[in-house]
T-cell receptor, first 115, second 115 residues
Framework: EPEVTQTPSHQVTQMGQEVILRCVPISNHLYFYWYRQILGQKVEFLVSFYNNEISEKSEIFDDQFSVERPDGSNFTLKIRSTKLEDSAMYFC?????????????FGPGTRLTVL | AQTVTQSQPEMSVQEAETVTLSCTYDTSENNYYLFWYKQPPSRQMILVIRQEAYKQQNATENRFSVNFQKAAKSFSLKISDSQLGDTAMYFCAFMNWGGSEKLVFGKGTKLTVNP
């Protein structure tokens, strides 16, 4: 069964460094999302992406964040200058929206640790 | 803004017994979707069950069923005949119908099924 995959599973970085988190959505899906979960807190929406454009973003998704679909398969989240508070699990999701509702399929997450 | 509250951080149940996980939400919208997602240890979130707010009938999927009380804004998940493989984090989530695509999550309930 097709799955969303994410790499790496765990990323450790120094404060101020740039990180790129990678996701491979399910191949026929056209809608992509990033969520994050700070340890012990709720899963929070960051951004949605369709047709090479951001369709919605949360207030968390500030200028430090960007998303890109550099080729036909990958979907990336870049954090330009990481802060300690960016430490979290980052989940990618994708959807085809062909069903009557928007079922989002999630990847296993990337644990980002900022030191 | 919508909020989702799961008041039980952890629960446990004996194998083959029934357990109910609670979820309440707050919204001013009339049409929306509600979901329960399951996240087994070190694996991705998968959709367990969904409920459309316009449907009065409670959704069921095999051993999983919901008790949807729209007026009370309550959406509990009942797991019957619990199995060891049901051990996971369970997240309740909300999505507007026909508008924002983002999922709004609760903090999750960690369910342990004991042999």
């Amino acid at each position: 069964e097709p799955e969303v995959t994410q790499t790496p599973s765990h990323q450790v970085t120094q404060m101020g460094q740039e990180v790129i988190l990678r996701c491979v959505p399910i191949s026929n899906h056209l809608y992509f999302y990033w969520y994050r979960q700070i340890l012990g807190q709720k899963v929070e929406f960051l951004v949605s992406f369709y047709n090479n454009e951001i369709s919605e973003k949360s207030e968390i998704f500030d200028d430090q964040f960007s998303v890109e679909r550099p080729d036909g398969s990958n979907f990336t989240l870049k954090i330009r200058s990481t802060k300690l508070e960016d430490s979290a699990m980052y989940f990618c999701a994708s959807s085809d929206r062909t069903s009557g509702y928007n079922e989002q399929f999630f990847g296993p997450g990337t644990r980002l640790t900022v030191l | 803004a919508q909020t989702v509250t799961q008041s039980q951080p952890e629960m446990s149940v004996q194998e083959a017994e029934t357990v109910t996980l609670s979820c309440t939400y707050d919204t001013s919208e009339n049409n929306y979707y509600l979901f329960w997602y399951k996240q087994p240890p070190s694996r991705q979130m998968i959709l367990v069950i969904r409920q459309e707010a316009y449907k009065q009938q409670n959704a069921t999927e095999n051993r999983f069923s919901v008790n949807f009380q729209k007026a009370a804004k309550s959406f509990s998940l009942k797991i019957s005949d619990s199995q060891l493989g049901d051990t996971a984090m369970y997240f309740c989530a909300f999505m507007n119908w026909g508008g924002s695509e983002k999922l709004v999550f609760g903090k999750g309930t960690k369910l342990t099924v004991n042999p």
